[in-house]
Each structure stands twice: as C-alpha cells, then as structure tokens.
C-alpha cells in the first residue's frame, strides 16, 4: 500500500495520455495537480492571463492534433478559461480545461472565489463534471480525454473540490486506472457508399476537394496527398486542415476560403465538390456553394454531413479511415485542362499583386509587408495569424507548409482577437525545431504583448511581426465603406506605439520599421536573435484589406 495525493491521480492519466505540458496560472485550488504533474516531468507554463492559457492548449491540440490542457483557480480565473474553451468549442478543438473548487464543506457560504461554475461551462463543451470522489478522479479525467478526442472532437471541463484535490492518503492500491481511455481504432463508413463515391470521383471532369479540420484532426495528410497525385485533383485547405496538404504541392491551390477569389471560382467552375471534414461558416458560406452542384462529403459526425449543403453523396467516418476504403478504388486519372485553369488564376492574381509586392511608399503597403514575409517561410517554418485586416491578408497571401504550421485566428468561426501571441508559444513549445512566426495585428497583439515575459521565462523564442497601421483597421474599413457622410470614426483609432519598446522592456529583441527596405533587414535580425523578438511595422492605415 503507498498513499498518494489527489493530484498525483490525475498526474498519472495524464501521463499515462502523452500530455506534455499545463498551461495556467496557479491558485490554491489546483496547486497539488501542478506539483503533482511537475513530478511526473509534466511542465507548467505559467501565463499571465488564463484566457491565454486557453489559447495555448487550442493551439497546442492546432499544431500537434493532441488535447491540450489548461487550467485556472477558482472564479476568476475559471471565468478568464471562458473564451479560449469557447473558441475551441466553436471551432471544434480538443482541449481540457481544469477549474479549481472550493471545499464541499465550504459550498454556498461565500467562499473564496467560489461560485457556481458548472451551469456556465456545460453550455459549450462537450463533457462538463465535478468529480465527486477522491478515488474515481483518473475515472473522471480519463473520461475528459476520451470525450475531448472522441467522434467531433472539442472542450471538455472538469473541476475537483479542494478536499479532494489536496487530500493526500488515497491507498494508490484501491485506485482503479484502465490501461486506455482513448479508443484507438476510428469509425469507417459503409463500404457500399464507398463504392459509389469512387465511381463519382472517376466520372467528375473537373473536381475539387475542400479539407479542414476534421482531415487535421484525423491525421489525414498522408491520404488526401496520395488522393490529390493520384487522381489529380486541386484541394482548398482551410481551418485547422490549413496545409494538410502542403501549399508546395501543385494540387494545393490556396485557401479554402470562398472569400478567395480563386476558390470561389473553383467552386463555380467544378463538377464535384468532396468536402472532406469541414463545416460551412463565413468564410464558406452555404450561398458560396451553388445549390445545383454535387455534393460528396466527409465527416465523422453524421449530422454535420447535410448541415448547410444538400448533399448527393455522404460517408460518415473518419476521414483518415475512410479515405483509406477509398484510395484502392481509385485509378490514376489526369485533369490538366481543369489543374491549369485554376493554376493560372491564381497566377494572374499573384500578377495583380506585383506592383503593391514592391511598392516603397510610407507608410508601409500590406502587401509589401506579406511579400517580405513569405521571403522568411520554409517547409519549417509555423506561422500564426492575429488580427483583423492583417489576418486576411495574411490568411490569403502567406503559404501553407504543412499540417499544424498554419495557426490563425480565422481556424473557425469564432474569431477572438488575441490568439497570436498564446497559439505561437504553444507551438514553439511542440516544435522547438521549428521557427515561429507571429503575424498580428496592432490591435490583437495588446491581447497577449504580456506573453514575452513567459517567453522569457521559460526560453520560448518566437519571432513576432506587427503589422500596425495604429488602428482596429479592419472595423474602420468596413465602416468606411458604409460611411454616407465624413464623421470622426468612434474608437477605432489606437497610437502608433512602440510595441518594440515594451518588448525590449520585457526581455526581449525588438525593432521598429518604418521604410520597407528594412523590412527585410529587420526580420532577418529578429530571427537570428537568441531572444524571443518583435519588429513593429508601420504600415498605411488607408489601405485596408480588400480582395
Ligand atoms: C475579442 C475580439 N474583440 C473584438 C473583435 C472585433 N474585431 C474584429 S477585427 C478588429 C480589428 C483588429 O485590429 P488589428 O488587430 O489592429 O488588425 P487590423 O484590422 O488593424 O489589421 C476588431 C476589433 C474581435 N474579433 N475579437
Ligand atoms: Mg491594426
């Protein structure tokens, strides 16, 4: 018999399920799990707001296809998880969130920080419970983690009264741990409709195929490549599937988003569209797919395949596993009328961008900007996307390396301001061999400028370009547009501040740009720095993102 704490059982599932690190802030009430799982070589990274906490394990599930794991004290910092567990509820993101709790004894009598957390929670994440005993807590979280990752995946929540939590006499030998609390295997779909979706893709002339994030989530990169050379065919990559199918393959066209105009025509132009894991939203709007065209679709959840769309055709199941049913049905084909058609679009539009690519006017142009970014992207290189105008220039013009090496703030539809700074840590975290690169908006990067200091912290070295055009440009944007008569914009102008100065104050390497022949000159020093680094970049506020 060995007597151990309540957070050494919840430390043993976890390392029992691969998690690596925690994200959070410490608080009384979960202070044994941190410690506990510090024992077992799972690392805290201690951040300075819980909703960046969030954001870290979102973008750590975004960039490594696991759950992620964060946590917050009681109240307040329960409530500050809230956004990040939202967006990954919207944009369908396995993380577990952890709340503290106070002592059962101690409910309804105002204590610290104690409040009824559950019923706010349970509304968005997939499993939400108290663990009512002590000894069924790897039960409890095993479940979390089983929930988070099964089917659809998303947010799970748990919380642990702080008795039970802190209480340190549970008899290890009385515990029950199960040997897997993931199952391992996937659902594949009927093998008649197999059969009749290969025939589709062999008799389609000009098809396409949109992916996102439930062939992210799936592990399918390897299949949708072996689908795309092998019967030819363009694929869109969007959301969290963003360059599952890397942008350097000649069957990856661009972003599957119908605000691309290339998309958008490829859509128009198809005779079968394979939507492969992904759901309508804003950026694929139902009235983006003519109702008349064919649809063959992909999910894993069965009621999400005729969500939107009318479909002619759907196989339920997991993308990765259904595709293998479909791969050996397939031949060799060809479509080089229909591949160049879409390639020479997007080349014609590349030409449209020539003149703003190289502009040297001051301010900055956007465009510019992007075109000494892309300089900087390799087949190693993550980037992550923040903001308003500047993340729709970045989404659309910035390339795709590959799985998880995408992370933007449009990964779904619930578009929260902020994630930058969190999902680039994240993931420099699970890639220390990659390089990172933040692009963010002005406005976004107030959310999580504080994150240098846990950059510091804790070595993380990300390299981070804001593009500042001192505005929330993309509301004056498309305000402007809507505007009948002149009238001072309300709140949308910020300063041109100098963001490289706070950095530096934190730690950090920064530099300020405002001629774009230094663009480049700057960036490059800011990545070959050993510090986690920052170039402030003033771009002209007139131009606004415009496709
Ligand atoms: C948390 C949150 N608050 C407000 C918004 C509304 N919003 C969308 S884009 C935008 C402007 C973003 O400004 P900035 O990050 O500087 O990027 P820019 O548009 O200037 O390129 C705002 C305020 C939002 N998406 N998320
Ligand atoms: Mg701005």
């Not at 925690?22 to 819980?50: Q, S, V, W």
């Not at 591949?339 to 040297?360: E, H, N, V």
Request: aromatic share 8%.
């Amino acid at each position: 018999m060995s007597n151990v704490r309540g957070g050494d059982l919840i430390a043993k599932v976890f390392k029992q399920e691969g998690v690596k690190y925690i994200f959070g802030i410490p608080g009384g009430h979960i202070y044994p799990m941190m410690e506990a799982c510090d024992d077992l070589g799972i690392k805290f990274i201690g951040t300075r707001n819980e909703m960046n906490a969030a954001f870290m394990a979102e973008g750590w599930a975004l960039t490594t296809g696991k759950v992620g794991v964060c946590c917050g004290t009681a109240g307040p910092g329960f409530t500050n998880l809230i956004t990040g567990i939202a967006n990954a509820s919207c944009n369908k993101v396995p993380i577990l969130a952890i709340g503290g709790k106070a002592r059962t004894s101690q409910f309804d009598r105002n204590d610290l920080q104690d409040f009824q957390q559950l019923p706010v929670v349970s509304s968005f994440v997939k499993y939400a419970r108290q663990c009512p005993d002590g000894y069924r807590l790897p039960e409890y979280f095993g479940r979390a983690i089983a929930e988070a990752l099964n089917n659809c995946p998303g947010p799970v929540y748990m919380e642990v009264p702080r008795e039970k939590m802190e209480a340190t006499d549970y008899d290890l030998d009385k515990v029950n741990f199960q040997k897997t609390w993931v199952c391992p295997t996937k659902p594949a779909a009927d093998s008649k409709a197999v059969q009749e979706a290969a025939q589709m893709i062999k008799d389609a002339k000009a098809p396409i195929i949109i992916a996102g994030s439930g062939a992210f989530f799936s592990g399918a990169g390897d299949e949708l490549t072996e689908l795309v050379n092998r019967c030819d065919i363009p694929i869109f990559t969007r959301n969290a599937g963003r360059g599952i199918v890397p942008d350097t393959n000649p069957h990856a066209i661009c972003i599957g988003s119908s605000i691309h105009p290339v998309c958008k025509a490829a859509i128009d132009n198809s005779d079968l569209i394979i939507i492969c894991g992904t759901r309508s939203g804003y950026t694929l709007p139902k009235a983006s797919i003519p109702s008349d065209k064919p649809i063959l679709r992909i999910d894993i959840d069965g009621a999400s395949i005729t969500d939107q769309f009318d479909i002619k055709l759907g196989l339920v199941g997991d993308v990765k596993t259904v595709l293998n049913q479909l791969l050996p049905l397939l031949p060799e084909m060809k479509h080089p009328e229909w591949m160049g058609i879409l390639r020479q679009t997007m080349m014609g539009m590349g030409g449209m961008m020539a003149d703003a690519a190289k502009s040297p006017q001051v301010p900055i142009h956007p465009i510019r900007l992007m075109a000494e970014i892309r300089q900087f992207i390799d087949k190693d290189t993550i980037m992550v996307i923040d903001g308003g105008d500047t993340a729709s220039w970045g989404n659309l013009l910035l390339p795709a390396m590959g799985p998880g090496q995408t992370l933007t703030i449009a990964n779904g539809s619930f578009g929260p301001l902020g994630v930058g700074m969190p999902y680039a840590i994240a993931a420099k975290l699970a890639h220390p061999e990659k390089k990172v690169i933040l692009l963010t908006g002005d406005g976004a990067f107030g959310y999580g400028a504080m994150e240098y200091d846990t950059c510091m912290r804790y070595g993380i070295k990300i390299t981070t370009v804001i593009l500042n055009d001192a505005c929330w440009g993309m509301i004056k944007n498309s305000e402007a547009k809507k505007a009948k008569e002149a009238k001072p914009f309300v709140g949308l102008y910020l300063r041109e501040t100098h963001y490289e100065e706070v950095v530096k104050g934190l730690g950090g390497y920064a530099e300020l740009v405002t001629k774009s022949e230094d663009i480049h000159g700057a960036i490059e020093r800011a990545l070959n720095s050993d510090l986690p680094s920052l170039v402030n970049v003033m771009t002209d506020v007139k131009i606004g993102f415009n496709f």
